[in-house]
């Protein structure tokens, strides 16, 4: 299996602050990644896909970057409903894999 | 706009069977894509189960395989899991989920279900 781990697990952040979160791959898995949002009591949410395309609908102040093994997300102004948990997932090969979570609290 | 929406019994005793069913709106299984489950215990990250394409082939977590099974309805546009000998460890909120094709070869969940509580006890 391949798996994926992220960093840091939580952090806190003021309203407007810039936010990276790090997801690595355990092995080379090209651009085939997608970032997940899940806000607490709710259902998960695919944000990105293909480690840099925002699927229609998500804010242009979340962004992905990266290829190979390591990526990051971006959120450049957070704004209080990012407050979330946000996991990285390969689906280059099965199973499908993700990270464990990266809690984003407002400070 | 596709949506999902699983349901199933909240309470299932252990070493029994685990049923749930994924029915889908504004979109036909039968016409394209995969049509999976995730699963995520209390408190925890999420686990992919497995998912089955427009056809009917499966592809399972090796480490439920022995357990799973997904199959389609096409004429009821529902797709169901059944999960057999479930213990403690297998409480989870289930999500049913679409993978979708984009980019040529991006095959990812783009669509997710509100999901449902299964608690397995006695």
């Known amino acids: 299996d391949i798996q994926m781990t992220q960093s840091p697990s939580s952090l806190s952040a003021s309203v407007g602050n810039r936010v990276t979160i790090t997801c690595r791959a355990s092995q080379d898995i090209d651009n085939h990644l997608a970032w997940v949002q899940q806000k607490p009591g709710k259902a998960p949410k695919t944000l990105i896909y293909a480690a840099s395309t925002l699927q229609g609908g998500v804010p242009p102040r979340f962004s992905g970057s990266g290829s190979g093994a390591d990526f990051t997300l971006t959120i450049s102004s957070l704004q209080p409903e990012d407050y979330a948990t946000y996991y990285c997932?390969?689906?280059?090969?099965?199973?499908?894999?993700f990270g464990g979570g990266t809690k984003v609290e407002i400070q | 706009q596709v949506q999902l929406q699983e349901s199933g019994p909240g309470l299932v005793k252990p070493s029994e069977t685990l049923s749930l069913t994924c029915d889908v709106s504004g979109f036909s299984i039968g016409s394209a894509y995969y049509w999976g489950w995730v699963r995520q215990p209390p408190g925890k990250g999420l686990e992919w189960i497995g998912n089955v394409d427009y056809s009917g082939i499966t592809f399972f977590n090796p480490s439920l395989k022995s357990r799973v099974s997904i199959s389609l309805d096409t004429s009821k546009n529902q797709f169901f899991l059944k999960m057999r000998s479930v213990t403690a460890e297998d409480t989870a909120i289930y999500y049913c989920?679409?993978?979708?094709?984009?980019?040529?070869?991006?095959?990812?969940?783009?669509?997710w279900g509100q999901g449902t509580l299964v608690t397995v006890s006695s």
């Open positions: 989920a679409r993978r979708v094709r984009r980019s040529g070869s991006h095959w990812f969940l783009d669509s």
């Open positions: 997932q390969q689906y280059l090969r099965y199973p499908l894999t």
